[in-house]
C-alpha cells in the first residue's frame, strides 16, 4: 500500500512563493512517475505537472516558468517549487503516483493553497 502526504500548503500574497512537499511510503516511489495536481472551486482537478522515474518534467502551460518540480529518491518526496503565484493558482494541490503503466495510481488527500492579497 502506497501513502503520499502533502505538506506545505497556506496563505501567500499574490508575486509570492511556497514549495509543496509530498512524502511517499513504498518501495515503489522511486520506479513511479510523480504528479502535482490541483483543484480550484468549483472546477474540475487539472494537471499541473509531472516528473518521471529519471527527473523529465512536464508542466501546464499555465505554470510553465513559475512552478518547478523535483524529486529527492532517497527520500522518497517529490517537491513543487512555487514562485510568482497569482490569485488563480489557489486551489487544493494533491501529489499523484502512477507506476506500472499506470495499474498503480495513488493519490494524496491534499493541501490547500491560496493566493490573496
Known amino acids: 500500500q502506497v501513502q503520499l502526504v502533502e505538506s506545505g500548503g497556506g496563505l501567500v500574497q499574490p508575486g509570492g512563493s511556497l514549495r509543496l512537499s509530498c512524502a511517499g511510503s513504498g518501495s515503489i516511489f522511486s520506479i513511479a512517475t510523480m504528479g502535482w495536481y490541483r483543484q480550484a472551486p468549483g472546477k474540475e482537478r487539472e494537471l499541473v505537472g509531472t516528473i518521471t522515474s529519471g527527473g523529465s518534467t512536464n508542466y501546464a502551460d499555465s505554470v510553465k516558468g513559475r512552478f518547478t518540480i523535483s524529486r529527492d529518491n532517497a527520500k522518497s518526496t517529490v517537491y513543487l517549487q512555487m514562485n510568482s503565484l497569482k490569485p488563480e493558482d489557489t486551489a487544493v494541490y494533491y501529489c499523484?503516483?502512477?507506476?506500472?503503466?499506470?495499474?498503480?495510481?495513488?493519490w494524496g488527500k491534499g493541501t490547500l493553497v491560496t493566493v490573496s492579497s
Open positions: 499523484n503516483l502512477k507506476a506500472v503503466a499506470g495499474v498503480m495510481n495513488y
